[in-house]
């Protein structure tokens, strides 16, 4: 049976489910760190196992993104992304100021899913940027 559930997770059930739901990794330290700076984090349990989240992140007043949306392959098709972007947009309605400003990247298809939660594309208006870091090497 499935429940919804608002908190954390732990930093290995957050870097398991990043790997298993086919996002990249992130350190155990980068993890600690992200998730202690949440403004707002969902679960999907299975069986009390957790199977999916998503969080939002940002300054808390002005701009807020939507991170961290996953869903372990074998859950899929079962409505647990619609149901954490039901959890997050529920908290985007009552804790976002209507000055606001709620961005997401949308990797492949997921657009359809958030579209269905008012989210549009900001082209050609305004374009998604990313910066990576590059690892240094020792030499």
């Known amino acids: 049976m499935y429940r919804i559930e608002i908190s954390l997770p732990s930093v290995e059930t957050y ?11 992130k350190t155990a330290e980068a993890a600690e760190k992200g998730l202690a700076n949440s403004l707002f984090a969902v679960q999907v349990l299975f069986n009390d196992t957790p199977v999916g989240m998503g969080r939002v992140i940002g300054d808390g007043g002005c701009f807020f993104q939507v ?5 372990l392959e074998e859950h899929r ?12 947009r529920a908290y985007i309605d009552e804790q976002v100021p209507e000055s606001g400003y709620v961005s997401l990247i949308a990797d492949g298809r997921a657009q359809d899913l958030y579209a269905q939660f008012g989210f549009t594309p900001t ?10 870091r590059t690892p240094t090497r020792n030499a």
């Open 15 to 25: 870097r398991h489910l990043r790997t298993r739901s086919g996002l990249s990794d």
């Open 123 to 132: 082209a050609p208006a305004s374009v998604g940027m990313a910066y990576r």
């Open 77 to 88: 098709g079962q409505g647990l992304g619609k149901a954490i972007m039901s959890a997050i």
């Open 67 to 71: 991170v961290d949306i996953a869903v």
